[in-house]
């Protein structure tokens, strides 16, 4: 599975930008997938993740309420709708494909197995 994600940009503190996250491979949909992100200087974190068929969906605490996640099987796509957006939220994002097996949402950073390149979002304040 290779993974291209896009959408980021620059956006004022307040604004929404939405990443997309192409997948190629047969394997997309058997696999969970999830939207990690890394600032300058800081380890990269999981910011959301969704189950393989998307009923399940989990996000860290800082982004609850102005991000969702979302998949659409059927285009080999998901997606991170980012609204509200704060400065800290400016960092490289990632989009992650879990191993051949991992259909439920994934939160360890090990058990994905494919990565895109990263999308650069930055918010100003």
């Known amino acids: 599975v290779q993974l291209q994600a896009s959408g980021g940009g620059l956006v004022q503190a307040g604004g929404s930008l939405r990443l997309s996250c192409a997948a190629s491979?047969?394997?997309?949909?058997?696999?969970?997938m999830g939207w990690f992100r890394q600032a300058p200087g800081k380890e990269r974190e999981i910011v959301a993740a969704?189950?393989?068929?998307?009923?399940?969906?989990y996000y860290v605490d800082s982004v609850k309420g102005r991000f969702t996640i979302s998949r659409d099987n059927d285009k080999n796509s998901v997606y991170l709708q980012m609204n509200s957006l704060k400065p800290e939220d400016t960092a490289v994002y990632y989009c992650?494909?879990?191993?051949?097996?991992?259909?439920?949402?994934?939160?360890?950073?090990?058990?994905?197995?494919?990565w895109g390149q990263g999308t650069q979002v930055t918010v100003s304040s």
């Open positions: 992650a494909g879990g191993r051949p097996g991992y259909r439920t949402i994934i939160l360890q950073r090990s058990s994905y197995g494919h």
């Open positions: 491979g047969r394997t997309f949909s058997s696999s969970g």
């Open positions: 969704i189950s393989a068929s998307g009923s399940s969906t």
